[in-house]
């Protein structure tokens, strides 16, 4: 397999691997807008010279969206291949090529969000640790911080203090998240507007910069649902499984 990078050149032609839209698809317009400002801070989207998810993406950890203390790392967003694509070694050949690149910048190693057992949208910690990645940190209610070092100098990667905080949040429902998986700009209006229409109390914070998402209370900026401040989940919801959640909320 030939791997391909996206560039400010390409991404109108290039597919990105999750969303297989075409380039007037809400969700296809709101990742690739949202990757063009990436990729001059530094971000890498590497992609199988497929039609499918075959694909990783990182960036430097001082640009990364999300709360974390890693100076000099790069921070992987998500290692994503499945489907007809699995179990032919593409995972490795797009780490290993991650990390190649990552050692010929500089960079003092590799950070991801993964979680005590495999979840989706979080780096699957089995693979992750058979690759050498360890816990530099966790954070509740299951999500730890990986890394693999290059070195051993220097602080291990950390979360910052505001994730285990949530003094302040209003009630009812708050949902954190980005543009940087394409699924948030179709499912978060829908449950929006069921909220709405139920008369629950719902608060969408739309985080917009690398900055907000740095200083967010939740380990996942991409999508993360709360509940009088309790955390609910990390998984991007249907208006079905929103529903479940309603329920068992008695609203």
């Not at 229409?197 to 709360?226: C, D, K, M, W």
Request: hydrophobic content about 35%; proline content about 4%.
């Amino acid at each position: 397999m030939e791997l391909v990078k996206i560039t400010h050149e390409n991404i109108e032609q290039e597919h990105i691997c999750c969303a297989i839209a075409n380039n007037k698809d809400i969700q296809v317009m709101s990742k690739k807008n949202w990757l063009r400002e990436r990729l001059d801070e530094g971000l890498v989207f590497l992609k199988g010279d497929v039609r499918g998810k075959c694909f990783i993406e990182y960036i430097p950890a001082e640009c990364a969206w999300a709360p974390v203390e890693a100076e000099g790392y790069m921070y992987i967003d998500c290692l994503w291949v499945s489907g007809q694509f699995k179990g032919h070694g593409y995972s490795n050949l797009l780490l290993n090529q991650c990390m190649e690149d990552c050692r010929a910048k500089g960079k003092r190693g590799l950070v991801t969000l993964s979680s005590k057992k495999k979840k989706g949208f979080l780096s699957d910690p089995e693979y992750m640790k058979y690759k050498g990645f360890t816990t530099a940190d966790t954070a509740e209610p299951y999500f730890e911080l990986l890394y693999l070092p290059f070195d051993e100098s220097g602080d291990k990667p950390a979360f910052k203090s505001a994730v285990h905080s949530h003094e302040g949040m209003p009630g009812g429902f708050v949902l954190y998240y980005t543009n940087q998986c394409p699924f948030t700009a179709k499912y978060v209006p829908l449950i929006e507007e069921m909220a709405g229409a139920r008369g629950v109390e719902f608060h969408a914070v739309h985080i917009q910069s690398g900055e907000e998402a740095r200083n967010a209370p939740t380990p996942f900026t991409t999508y993360s649902l709360f509940y009088n401040g309790e955390f609910v989940t990390h998984e991007i919801l249907s208006e079905k499984k929103f529903e479940k959640i309603l329920v068992s909320k008695g609203l």
